[in-house]
């Protein structure tokens, strides 16, 4: 699949010269961004795709969403087939008109399901199998056909998914910092320590970087933001950079 597809409207470039820049409406374009939990990742991919006039998946809450299905349907781990076709059955998709978009199985609404801590504890597992990742993948670039101006986040989405996307981002960030950021995303202060969100990222970092069927990687062609220092809005504005030098250099191309 073409990651990028040039429109026969006319090449604009105006919008460069704005404060803030939105993506030439004639410019269909995916951008990925990937990285292990606790970078920022989600809110920088929602933040950016915002400012840049593009739409916005999350496709970590696709594995959530199975493995919720997964424990709210008493599916075992040893029944996979179980699993892969119960998924397939739920017609996981999204419901674009929220922002953001939310997550439906079988038409209806799983968004209050899938950051449990049940769901949590088992979505790494459920993300290592491949049968069920490839159905995601297939899954991500039908998305992608029918919203062709895309910012995508998860952990495979350059490497695998979108590998010819023309602008890709990896964001990493110092292991504390990114525990910290999570505990305060949860709201856990009071109740988990930082050693022990430090063991917990840890965990999903080993589970997710070493599966056989697309692991956590940095794309070697991909824009590395280490954000441990940076502000979440001097992470967009460092990406919203380059995506503007790229886009210039994608519509020089047409
Ligand atoms: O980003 P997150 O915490 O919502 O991701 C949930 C899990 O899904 C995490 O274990 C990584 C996995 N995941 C994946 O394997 N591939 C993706 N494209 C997105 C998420």
Same mark, same amino acid.
């Given at each position: ?17 704005? #404060? ?9 374009? +995916?951008? #990925? ?56 059955? =739920? ?28 769901? #949590? ?5 459920? =993300? ?16 992608? =056909? ?61 589970? $997710?970087?070493?599966?056989? $069927? ?8 991909? +824009? ?12 967009? $504005? =460092? ?16």
């Amino acid at each position: 699949m073409s990651a990028t597809r040039a429109t026969s409207q006319p090449k604009q470039r105006s919008t460069a010269d704005r #404060t803030g820049y939105t993506v030439p409406s004639s410019q269909e374009i +995916i951008i #990925t961004i990937d990285g292990p939990a606790g970078t920022g990742k989600s809110t920088v991919a929602r933040k950016l795709a915002g400012r840049l006039g593009l739409d916005f998946l999350d496709t970590g809450a696709m594995y959530r969403a199975a493995a919720a299905i997964m424990i709210d349907r008493g599916i075992d781990r040893e029944e996979v087939g179980e699993l892969v076709s119960t998924v397939i059955g =739920a017609d996981l998709h999204f419901d674009w008109s929220a922002d953001p978009p939310t997550i439906l199985a079988w038409d209806h609404p799983i968004d209050h399901r899938i950051r449990a801590d049940d769901v #949590t504890e088992l979505v790494s597992y459920v =993300a290592t199998i491949p049968e069920l990742r490839s159905h995601m993948v297939r899954k991500q670039r039908v998305i992608f =056909a029918q919203h062709p101006r895309l910012v995508t986040e998860g952990r495979d989405q350059g490497s695998v998914a979108f590998p010819d996307a023309p602008v890709k981002f990896y964001l990493d960030a110092d292991p504390a910092v990114r525990a910290r950021r999570r505990i305060e995303q949860l709201g856990l202060e009071n109740e988990v320590s930082l050693d022990e969100m430090c063991r917990r990222i840890a965990h999903r970092d080993e589970v $997710d970087s070493t599966r056989s $069927d697309g692991p956590l990687i940095c794309p070697e062609d991909a +824009i590395v933001l280490d954000t441990s220092g940076l502000s979440i809005e001097g992470v967009i $504005d =460092a990406m919203e950079r380059a995506v503007r030098e790229r886009v210039a250099a994608l519509i020089d191309l047409e």
